[in-house]
């Protein structure tokens, strides 16, 4: 027996406990969700081994195929929560004022000018305008939002 299939054999069934967590731990620093299937993995592997004294080769190639699976299933399952989102403008603040009406707390000159909503001041851009006209918000393009007069 070698010397690195006697460490593999010493470390046991709850290394893949250890590296499992470590792996969810780094799911925390790193972005996105990469990690969180492998240590899925991991702990679902060192929890097989502590029942099934298999060589550390099997535990190996079972690690792989369930990360492969996980890290399938878990993307279709992120994709489809991400695309049914009850409020889909939610990191969007100007898209959800397209459409609204509002009154220009700040007239447009030269194609600028400010309206503010709620408690936010916002840039417009559109036709010149006097301060207190309604305008109504057609599209967003940025912070800035494009308006049009209120017939």
């Known amino acids: 027996m070698s010397v690195i299939e006697r460490i593999v054999a010493e470390l046991g069934p709850w290394t893949w406990h250890i590296v499992g967590l470590f792996l969810l731990g780094l799911e ?3 972005p996105g969700s990469f990690f969180l299937w492998f ?3 991991a702990l679902i592997v060192g929890t097989l081994a502590v029942f099934f004294d298999w060589a550390w080769q099997i535990n190996a190639l ?3 195929a369930i990360a492969i699976v996980c890290l399938i299933v878990g993307r279709h399952y992120m994709k489809k929560a991400a695309a049914s989102s009850e409020d889909p403008q939610l990191n969007m603040r100007g898209a959800r004022y397209v459409g609204r009406e509002f009154e220009l ?3 447009i000159e030269q194609g600028r000018g400010k309206v503010k909503i709620d408690d936010t001041i916002w840039r417009v ?3 010149d305008l006097k301060t207190g006209s309604r305008v109504r918000v057609v599209n967003v393009e940025g912070a800035n939002l494009k308006v049009e007069p209120v017939d």
Do not use: D, N, V
């Open 105 to 107: 707390s700040e007239g």
């Open 39 to 41: 240590g899925i993995s």
């Open 62 to 64: 079972l690690f792989l």
């Open 125 to 127: 851009s559109g036709p």
């Open 28 to 30: 925390i620093l790193a």
